[in-house]
């Protein structure tokens, strides 16, 4: 009744500025003293309006034409950012989705997602701006949509993750408010293409995410983030940027973390005991460092593994090839992980019933390796470190009498990654 109710009204508008228009004219025939050419200069100004008009119209459909140009090429390129590595590498639902009918995913589905209908809610709309996308599929019905198997999803392990980061760069001098991703991508626009832009944020008291001012924007390619890092200027509203290589402002935020550490410990130190003192010189006289000695030749990476997997489904399947596991250095969320196995060289005996050094495990192909040379070396330093202080704390707490968790009536924890020579309890793990 509503539409109804409209159209009537619309229709009755119309009508009475007809009548409106009739009356007049009835008027001016009827009462005014007819003159010679009064109806050539009507004419004349008739035409005129009926050329304004068409103007009028023609300027309006060309404003209509940019804008849609302009909407599709933002739909294509949300689109194509839903499907895109960055995004699959991280999207349950759409990764769960892709897996349902041979990696075609619904239009009604795609509907459910905020950024594409804020665009357009068409279904006609959307899948005619994908028809020139390169990396989108669309249905012969046109009621579903894909990344084309021309352009099979990389594997997601330690080697793509440096790739990624390699051509990523963090980007500071942002206005802190009323900033949002469209503004940015905007802004990003010349120095394209560019797969992802990420807002850092942080929590204020009230718990209200606000953003920092500055952003991680990888790029497609190295070499177009290495032409953004060569800009000799880049400035918003005249704030000139900072630009850093994501790689090195990782490693200068975590030397900063370090100095707070240790300038958090040494204030502790100073401030503490000297019966305090006695105690931790007593703790790090504990030879535990020569107590722990790991087997060689018995560590393997693995990558490729899915986010919902777990360890206990990575240790089910290797024992089901014989493999004893003493500790797996894993995860869930994460894709890669390495796994510690009991006695020297006991890796290269269960990679040789694997095929081709794969394994499946959560219908996942997952690709093992032996960990070798100075890899392995710094692995197994890093453990027997992250062990030693593990043990260091359990011993103070049995010096100090304290009943906790890791100390328990003395007792050590059935799980604990110390015991890499003793066979592993089936049905259990280390955390």
Not at 119 to 137: G, Y
Request: proline share 3%; aromatic share 6%; with cysteine.
């Amino acid at each position: 009744m509503e539409n109804g109710q409209k159209e009537t009204k619309t229709e009755g508008t119309n009508s009475v500025a007809e009548e409106a228009v009739d009356e007049v004219t009835a008027d001016k025939v009827k009462n005014a003293t007819p003159i010679a050419g009064d109806s050539k200069d009507a004419k004349e100004e008739t035409d005129i309006k009926e050329a304004d008009n068409v103007k009028e119209n023609d300027m309006k459909e060309e404003e209509s034409a940019e804008i849609s140009a302009e909407i599709s090429q933002k739909i294509k390129e949300q689109v194509e950012y839903y499907f895109g590595n960055v995004n699959m590498q991280k999207d349950k639902f759409l990764i769960e989705q892709t897996k349902l009918d041979d990696g075609w995913i619904p239009m009604t589905i795609m509907l459910n997602f905020k950024q594409l209908t804020n665009l357009s809610k068409s279904v006609d709309v959307i899948l005619k701006a994908l028809e020139d996308s390169d990396l989108m599929d669309i249905s012969e019905d046109r009621k579903k949509i894909r990344r084309s198997p021309k352009h099979p999803l990389p594997e997601y392990n330690e080697e793509y993750r440096k790739a990624q980061e390699a051509k990523t760069v963090y980007v500071k001098g942002f206005p802190q408010t009323n900033m949002n991703i469209e503004k940015l991508k905007t802004f990003f626009a010349p120095y394209k293409p560019f797969e992802t832009i990420v807002m850092r944020k942080y929590q204020d008291k009230e718990k209200n995410l606000k953003f920092k001012g500055s952003i991680f924007v990888q790029f497609q390619t190295l070499d177009v983030a290495k032409a953004f890092m060569t800009v000799e200027s880049v400035k918003y509203n005249d704030v000139e940027l900072i630009r850093k290589w994501a790689a090195d402002y990782a490693v200068e935020k975590a030397q900063e973390k370090e100095e707070r550490r240790r300038k958090k410990t040494d204030n502790k130190s100073k401030k503490g005991s000297a019966e305090q003192e006695d105690k931790d010189e007593e703790t790090d006289s504990t030879p535990a460092v020569t107590e722990i000695k790991l087997p060689r030749g018995s560590v393997i990476y693995f990558s490729g593994v899915s986010k919902t997997c777990i360890r206990e489904d990575v240790k089910e399947r290797l024992e089901e090839l014989n493999a004893e596991v003493a500790y797996i250095d894993f995860q869930r969320g994460n894709t890669e992980g390495w796994i510690r196995l009991q006695g020297e060289n006991a890796a290269k005996p269960v990679l040789e019933k694997m095929d081709d050094n794969k394994v499946t495990i959560n219908n996942s192909e997952v690709t093992c390796r032996i960990l070798e040379g100075e890899e392995e070396e710094k692995y197994l330093i890093k453990v027997t470190e992250e062990m030693t202080a593990a043990k260091n704390k359990h011993n103070k707490g049995k010096r100090s009498g304290k009943k906790g968790r890791n100390a328990r009536g003395g007792k050590k924890r059935g799980n604990s990654p110390v015991r890499d020579a003793a066979p592993a309890k089936k049905g259990k793990i280390a955390e």
